[in-house]
């Protein structure tokens, strides 16, 4: 019986999602605009499934608002979602990221707590142990053999090291911190993964033009992040815009002008 009651609670809740109508034939709140995360979910804090290495494990994660968003550092949530996976980072750009979404995990895991998952890692000490005398091989391979080594081996051992580096500077695998930044910040329920350069360019250029902000110009379900994200990451698109057109007005001009200054050929 409790069972049955449970699955028309589900089924209901996820009728009210769907439609905007509760079981009571009221309407929802409206999510369309700017929201708090916790608002859009329906709660402060939330059982996930959160993926370990591939492995899903239910994890309790509290909804963070903007303002401990914007301490954690400065990575915004459009570059997250456009990020372009053949582009090569360099080693600093990866520790910036990990710095940022590390910062994430600390202040968005409740059950477990961030110091509880350092703590279990750290009591199987012997999974560091293997990296760092892993760690302690390659380096000393690569300083007695660097002279006889090609540049692409050079390459493959530096990026290894970097590689064991990555894993023993942060506790928590690149998947973990990828999914719950991605999941505190509401690229999963937002509609931030909707918006591509033009449209931000868009929204920028009325703004300038009626002297308000992009994200007033934009329509969608956002977290009240997302505006200071779209405000930030419109108007320099607008800027990089505006110089590029500088830059080709001005090549313009000076072959034009070149043009007329050499004389016409005789017939």
Same mark, same amino acid.
């Given at each position: 019986? /409790? ?8 089924? $209901?809740?996820? =009728? ?71 582009? /090569? ?8 990221v990990r ?13 477990? @707590? ?19 005398? $892993? ?15 090609? $540049? ?6 530096? =990026?290894?090291?970097q590689t064991?580096? %990555?894993? %023993? ?6 998947? @973990? ?17 909707r918006l ?8 920028? @250029? %009325?703004? =300038? ?33 505006? /110089?590029?057109?500088?830059?080709? /007005? ?9 043009? =007329?200054?050499?004389? %016409?050929?005789?017939?």
């Open positions: 019986m /409790k069972e049955r009651n449970l699955e028309v609670l589900i089924e $209901e809740k996820i =009728k009210a999602r769907l439609t905007g109508i509760n079981a009571f034939g009221q309407d929802e709140v409206s999510f369309v605009g700017y929201n708090p995360i916790e608002k859009i979910r329906g709660a402060m804090y939330c059982w996930v499934m959160v993926p370990f290495e591939g492995v899903d494990v239910w994890c309790q994660l509290r909804c963070p608002n903007a303002t401990q968003i914007e301490q954690c550092g400065d990575i915004s949530s459009i570059a997250a979602e456009q990020v372009n996976e053949t582009v /090569k980072y360099s080693y600093d750009d990866i520790i910036k710095n940022y979404q590390e910062n994430i995990c600390k202040i968005v895991f409740n059950i477990p @707590t961030f110091d509880h998952i350092t703590q279990l890692v750290n009591d199987n000490d012997f999974v560091i142990s293997e990296k760092k005398a $892993e760690l302690e091989a390659l380096t000393k391979r690569f300083e007695e053999h660097k002279d006889e080594m090609s $540049e692409i081996e050079k390459s493959i051992i530096e =990026k290894q090291i064991i580096n %990555l894993q %023993l500077g942060f506790i928590l695998p690149d998947d @973990t911190m990828a999914f719950v930044c991605k999941w505190a910040m509401g690229n999963d329920i937002s509609d931030i993964k591509n350069r033009d449209s931000l360019l868009k929204a920028a @250029t %009325l703004a =300038k033009q009626h002297n308000k902000a992009p994200s007033d110009y934009v329509s969608g379900i956002y977290t009240d992040h997302n505006k200071q994200d779209i405000d930030t990451y419109a108007t320099h698109i607008l800027q990089e815009y505006l /110089k590029d057109q500088d830059t080709f /007005k001005s090549a313009k001009h000076q072959w034009f002008m070149g043009g =007329k200054a050499k004389a %016409l050929p005789k017939r």
